[in-house]
């Protein structure tokens, strides 16, 4: 398992001046999980609780870093999901009205 160095997102975004970042370095980090995210659909990974304190910064070269899969499922595309989980303030509707979802992108 690797270490892996940094604080969570959240964290992050509370230590900065006025609690924000500026464009650029949103897009860069933004872009990092989406790349990440990408990744793991592309190996049929589901993360199911992606949310700041997911997400570790090392804040000294702003490289992100995707962390606890307790969640996690492999699946596909085609696969409805059921499985209540995730942070309650963080779910999508459907799984708050126990509804079947599709745990990735085509």
């Given at each position: 398992m690797e270490f892996v160095k940094g604080i969570s997102l959240l964290a992050y975004l509370k230590s900065?001046?006025?609690?924000?970042?500026?464009?650029?370095?949103?897009?860069?980090?933004?872009?990092?999980?989406?790349?990440?995210?990408?990744?793991?659909?592309?190996?049929?990974?589901?993360?199911?609780?992606?949310?700041?304190?997911?997400?570790?910064?090392?804040?000294?070269?702003?490289?992100?870093?995707?962390?606890?899969?307790?969640f996690g499922c492999i699946t596909s595309w085609n696969k409805q999901l059921n499985f209540f989980c995730g942070t309650p303030s963080y779910m999508p509707p459907e799984i708050i009205q126990k509804k079947e979802y599709i745990g990735k992108d085509r």
């Open positions: 900065q001046p006025g609690k924000k970042i500026s464009e650029i370095e949103c897009k860069h980090i933004f872009k990092q999980i989406l790349n990440g995210m990408s990744y793991l659909h592309n190996l049929d990974i589901c993360h199911r609780d992606l949310k700041l304190d997911n997400l570790i910064i090392d804040t000294n070269n702003k490289n992100v870093k995707i962390i606890d899969y307790g």
